[in-house]
């Protein structure tokens, strides 16, 4: 019987902190399993303006999230500010954000930024970036209009690190 007290606890502890964020006034709480951020549970609020660089972000984006589930990304450029595509890599306030690639599995990727020119986000939107090179972010689907995000997230309890391994 004691050794099953540690699993209990365990199980009792995978329910309850949901739970209890839950009952804290958060909307829901959502599980990445997605290589471009760290794996882990992360609490949705209510978007609340204005967003700013590195708030994390639910978004459903049409043609690209519809087949799966929404994104969670963070915001790398607000309204206003710069984001560059220096040769085959995205820059963004001097920071390195990795490769714009031009295929993925001999399907044609698009950019809405072109090879060594840079371009503003424009009012009512944000760009949506990670360092991670395997991300599908708004380096291929372009700004994204505040209307289309759901909810800002929260890590609570995260593990792993950022995938770097390149789009095979």
């Known amino acids: 019987m004691f050794l099953h007290r540690p699993l209990v606890a365990c199980l009792l502890g995978l329910v309850l902190v949901p739970l209890s964020l839950l009952a804290a006034g ?37 043609g690209w999230s519809a087949r799966t589930r929404p994104f969670l990304k963070p915001v790398a450029a607000v309204a206003g500010e710069w984001v560059c595509r220096v040769g085959p890599t995205l820059v963004i306030d001097h920071r390195n954000y990795g490769p714009v690639y031009e295929a993925w599995r001999g399907d044609p990727l698009p950019s809405p930024i072109a090879a060594d020119t840079c371009a503003t986000v424009p009012p009512g939107h944000v760009f949506l970036a990670t360092a991670a090179p395997s991300s599908l972010d708004s380096r291929y689907y372009g700004p994204i209009a505040m209307e289309q995000i759901a909810a800002t997230a929260t890590p609570v309890w995260t593990w792993g690190t950022v995938d770097a391994s390149p789009i095979p």
């Open 26 to 62: 958060t909307s829901y709480v959502r599980l990445n399993i997605s290589p471009s951020l760290p794996y882990g549970l992360y609490r949705m609020r209510s978007v609340a303006s204005p967003l700013t660089r590195g708030t994390l972000v639910v978004v459903q984006v049409p």
